[in-house]
Structures are given as C-alpha cells and as structure tokens.
C-alpha cells in the first residue's frame, strides 16, 4: 500500500510540475503575440516530453542529488516514508502556486520537502552543508545572473537591430523565437525530470526508463489542463514584450537550463525564466515591479511551506 501511495503521489507531483512550470518555455511566445496561448502549450508539451526522453541519457546527477543521498545517511535516504512525504508536499506546494498564478521552483518545493523530511526523521544530522552548497547556492544566484544575461543579450541584439537590420524578417524572427521556446522547454523537460524520477527509484519494479516515461506524460498532462494562470502572470503580468525581448529571454533562459543540467546543478528554470523576462523589461523600464516582488515572496515561501507540509506528512505517515 505504501509503495502504491508512493507512486500515486509521485504522478500526481509531476501533474502539478506540468500545471506550474510546462508554460514558462513558451510564455514569451504568447506574451509578444507570436502566437496563440494553445499553440504555445501544444508547442511547450511536445518540446518537454522530447527533453524528458533524453534526460534519461544525459542527467544521471540529478537523479542522484533528489535521490536524498548526500543530505541523509544512506540508511534514512532510501525510507519510503521520506519519499512520500516529499512528494505530497511538493506536490501540494505547486498545485496551489499553479492555481495561484505564482510561477515557483519545483526544485524549491522538493528541497524543502527533503528538509522537512530530514528534520523530523534525524533532526540537526541533515547534511545543511551538503544542502547549501548542492542546492540553496545555485537557487540564489541563478536568478541574478538571469537578470543581467537577459538585459545584455537584448541590448546587444537591440544595437545588431539598429545597426545593421538584424531581425528585418519577421518570419525568420517568430521561426527563431519559436526555436528558442522549444530549447527552453526542452531543456526543462531535461532538468525536471530526473528530480522528479528520484522519488519513485526505490520501487523495484521501475527501471530509471519507466519512470521517466510515466513522469513524462504526468508533466504533459498537468500542462495542458492546467497552465492558464501562470501562462497570464508570466507572459503579459511581468512586462510587455516583443519578439526580440522574448528571444533573448529564451535564450538566456535554455542556456543556463541546459549548462546546469550538464553540471548536475540543480537550479531553478521557473527562477531563470522570470529572472530573465525582468530582465529585458528592465532594458525598457517596463517592469511591474509589484508583479515581480509578489513573485519574489512566493519563492521565499516555497521552501519553508513545503518543509513544513512535509514534515507533518512524513510524522503522520509514522505513526
């Protein structure tokens, strides 16, 4: 029964993974006109399932870094009791974000579910320097980073533009933005999955394969019935936009995605993907910063809501 629960809660995570994170690929798209919101998502479902496929291939760390080890003793990383407190509470902590309109980290949800987890089962033995240096780093500074690339890849394209009629093509330029788009989501697809497929790895009957294939089309699904929020807060809340903006948005966005996935860095992508949509709206200071800072405290939020919901469900799951 407790595998079982562990499975059903894992799909229904990945189902709130896809609600809150599988339209942030392709949110520019819509937010510049290029294109209608089911085109985008259409788009964003089969770009994150393809990236889903080839994490199976490429993101071996990952797996391991959400696996526990590193932040619990071997004995305690594997307890399934664990595993299913982290899945409920993150998926719980997304599921609410998505139906919010709050764009937060997955990765966010599940370090706090680890942690939360962690405290009730061993208390102050949790690896917190594992945890910081594996994780929190990563979370902080990404978002910084994101804002500056995402500024200077624009204004650099801006002056091309000027100068030398970069982008006269519309056609080309919808046919790169859409390019760039389907990078982003892919390299989600890359990035998410593995975290995701960690959760379930101690159910024998899964080979890394079948999970990732399962949390695949649990993703896929939550995105299509479940994006309309946050496909509002991120393409049209934050900042107007253009195609050039949205352009580079994406490109800074599917380069440090990819980079931390090669990396094994578990950074945020929704974290990335905002952090460089203000970027670019910085350029021409058309940011709504309330937008932005509500935003901003849905991130604080997420890691202690979802430790907190984890711990109760790892201390219920007990006794």
Known sequence: MLIISLFLATLFLAYSNGANDNFKGVATLFGSGTTSYQTAILWATVMTFAGALTSIFLAGALVKNFSGQG???????????IHLAVAI??????????????????THSLTGGLLGAGLVAIGLKVNFTALVSS????LFFSPIIAIFLGAGIYKLFEYFHTQFN??????????LHFISAGVVSFARGINHTPQLVAIILIIEYFS???????IAMAMGLGGLLNSQRIAETMSTRITPMNSIQGLSAN???????I????????????????SSIVGVGLTEKKVNFRVFYQIIISWIFTLPIAAIISGIAYRLLQS
């Open 135 to 138: 994780f929190i780093l990563p």
């Open 166 to 175: 970069l982008f006269t093509n519309q056609k080309m330029l919808d046919t």
């Open 208 to 214: 890394i394969q079948g999970g990732m294939l399962t």
């Open 251 to 257: 490109i800074v966005t599917g380069f440090l995605a």
């Open 71 to 81: 932040i619990f003793p071997d004995e305690i990383a594997n307890v399934p009791e």
């Open 89 to 106: 509470s993150s998926g719980v902590t997304v599921l609410m974000a998505a139906l919010t309109g709050f764009p937060i980290s997955t």
């Open 259 to 274: 980079a931390a996935s090669y990396l094994g860095l578990p950074i945020s992508t929704t974290h990335v993907a905002v």
